[in-house]
């Protein structure tokens, strides 16, 4: 575990990744390193609580890009919840909502995904 | 009177755009801007500092300029690099990135037009300067 995984943990068979601090190309490395292991594995749903990351950059959500184009190849899906407001916007003006999901809470975003 | 500006020098070191946003949101603060306004001028500065950083090929050190205005703050951020045509960067779809051996990155320029209220780019071989204007919401 590094500095920016909090934890991660399991429900109904969703990977849940919980997140710290800045999302940069570290950052962003850092969870896909966990869930291409977990895709090697069999597992293909994916939930990130970034109630810990404030501040984001191109960089590191252009990794959670990468993260959904893997997801597609195996009919997974990603989704994430607590997000900040300016997270969520960025994650819209850059179309992430198209090809993932936004929730607001753990309880939503794991029985929605 | 004289109109108050905020001058930053940043090294090109790692996550230094993040001492950016600490001072964005000081002078936000100051100007009473909403959280939503302060968010959006430190995503944005934060996608200037990155380009910067990256893009301009030089070691010398960007700087930050915040203009404190009556009606709109303005961020200047200035590097003496090798500059860029703007014309030739291409607004990106996430569409057309998803399933393509496209590269997943080049969102700065889009965040940062639509996050902020008016954005200048201003470039030679010399240095670019990024000028992004926040009016203030009444």
Known sequence: MNGFIKSTKEINQIVIIETDGYLNNDGGLAISTICYEKIDMGQTKFLINMAGTKVVNSIGVSILIEIIEKLQEVDGKIGYYNLAPIVSKTFNIMGLTKYSSVFETEDEAVNGL | ?138
């Open chain 2, 1 to 138: 009177m004289k109109k108050p500006v905020v001058e930053l020098k940043l090294p090109i070191l790692p996550n230094m755009e993040l001492i950016a946003t600490q001072t964005a949101e000081v002078v936000a603060r100051h100007m009473d801007l909403s959280e939503e306004q302060s968010g959006e001028i430190s995503m944005a500065l934060i996608e200037a500092c990155i380009n910067a950083f990256e893009h301009s090929k030089t070691e010398n050190n960007v700087f930050i300029h915040f203009l404190i205005e009556e009606d709109s703050l303005i961020v200047k951020v200035i590097d003496q690099g090798i500059g860029f045509d703007k014309t030739k960067v291409e607004i990106p779809k996430i569409e057309n990135k998803i399933g393509k051996n496209e590269r997943k990155r080049g969102w700065g320029l889009q965040l940062i037009q639509e996050l902020m209220d008016s954005v200048e780019f201003e470039s030679n071989g010399e240095g670019t300067t990024v000028t992004m204007k926040k009016n203030i919401k009444n």
